[in-house]
Structure formats: C-alpha cells, structure tokens
C-alpha cells in the first residue's frame, strides 16, 4: 500500500470527510485531497502533525513506517 491509500484508509477509518480531517490537522482541504490523489505528498511539518494526531488520539499510524516504505518503492 502507498502513503496516498493509507492516508485514505486513515481518514476513512475515522470517519471524517477530507476537510474534517484537514481541519483536525490545521490545514486545507485541498493539501488532504492531493495527498490522497497521489499528487503530493506531505512536508516534514505535516507529516509531524499527522503523527502527533494519531498518537493523541490512541491511533496506530507510524508515519516513520510511510516514509520508509515511500522511499524504498
């Protein structure tokens, strides 16, 4: 699976539409929905606020895991 598809299963599995998770993170709508299009892919900055999301909120998301991943393919 590709960080866009895990971004999108994340999203999902909370429940939240891409601009209630953009909003959960204190960004746009559109940065959520490039990243789930594959267009771009999150800033060390937003990948640190994803992390700091899901560990607040008891989520099992290891971003450090994504960008391995990310750069091995």
Do not use: H
């Amino acid at each position: 699976m590709n960080f866009a598809e895990d971004i999108k299963k994340l999203r999902r599995k909370l429940l939240l539409s891409q601009e209630d998770f953009a909003n959960e993170l204190g960004i746009s709508y559109a940065t959520v929905n490039r990243w789930e299009t594959g267009k771009s892919k999150p800033t060390y900055k937003n990948m640190k606020l994803i992390d700091e999301y899901c560990k607040k909120n008891s989520i099992d998301f290891d971003i450090a895991n994504e960008i391995l991943e990310d750069e091995n393919d």
